[in-house]
T-cell receptor, first 114, second 110 residues
Framework: NAGVTQTPKFQVLKTGQSMTLQCAQDMNHEYMSWYRQDPGMGLRLIHYSVGAGITDQGEVPNGYNVSRSTTEDFPLRLLSAAPSQTSVYFC?????????????FGPGTRLTVL | GQQLNQSPQSMFIQEGEDVSMNCTSSSIFNTWLWYKQDPGEGPVLLIALYKAGELTSNGRLTAQFGITRKDSFLNISASIPSDVGIYFCAGQTSGSRLTFGEGTQLTVNP
């Protein structure tokens, strides 16, 4: 298994541009989530999904959209990038979304918005 | 929203020393997790705690779930250079939504 994969690893955008961060997992996990990591603030939950066709907002959802058309993929869309969205983005998955599941993290996407 | 206070923010220690870090919260959690993040990588789970009072070890790492369910600590014994990284605590209530602490940056001098 490849685990959780994320593309791209690095991205530079101009303010106002849109882009999609890709996340895929091959472990047949039901639960997937997106976090952003900023210095001194730990990881903050953006959006999450408990299964295909179901998504919900996390702690910091503004400026981001997600969809979950398949179990494997959970893309994160930035509709109009802003400098405040400069961050490292991590995707994570866990088997079935219950409180005792281990969450597996991808390697991250480092995004800079100019 | 829920917040976790993790301390210390950073630690500089000599190889062989023991390390202790902790997390406290104003909210009750059902699960406490400790992750380690190496530079350029995603967090990796070290220890998961599921019951109040639980004490769990993983090699040189020991973590405890506080009796009040509002705190947890992580100890690393006999530190080695590869222990360098950022350590995060995370609390979990219902479902899989995690609340992370701010992280403890550990530096180990050989």
């Amino acid at each position: 298994n490849a685990g959780v994969t994320q593309t791209p690893k690095f991205q530079v955008l101009k303010t106002g541009q849109s882009m999609t961060l890709q996340c895929a997992q091959d472990m047949n996990h039901e639960y997937m989530s997106w976090y952003r990591q900023d210095p001194g603030m730990g990881l903050r939950l953006i959006h999450y999904s408990v299964g295909a066709g179901i998504t919900d907002q996390g702690e910091v959802p503004n400026g981001y959209n997600v969809s979950r058309s398949t179990t494997e993929d959970f893309p994160l869309r930035l509709l109009s990038a802003a400098p405040s969205q400069t961050s490292v983005y991590f995707c994570a998955s866990s088997p079935n979304g219950h409180g005792t599941d281990t969450q597996y993290f991808g390697p991250g996407t480092r995004l800079t918005v100019l | 929203g829920q917040q976790l206070n993790q301390s210390p923010q950073s630690m500089f220690i000599q190889e062989g020393e023991d390390v202790s870090m902790n997390c406290t919260s104003s909210s009750i959690f059902n699960t406490w997790l400790w992750y380690k993040q190496d530079p350029g990588e995603g967090p990796v789970l070290l220890i998961a705690l599921y019951k109040a009072g639980e004490l769990t070890s993983n090699g040189r790492l020991t973590a405890q779930f506080g009796i009040t369910r509002k705190d947890s600590f992580l100890n690393i014994s006999a530190s080695i250079p590869s222990d360098v990284g950022i350590y995060f605590c995370a609390g979990q209530t219902s479902g899989s939504r995690l609340t992370f602490g701010e992280g403890t940056q550990l530096t180990v001098n050989p």
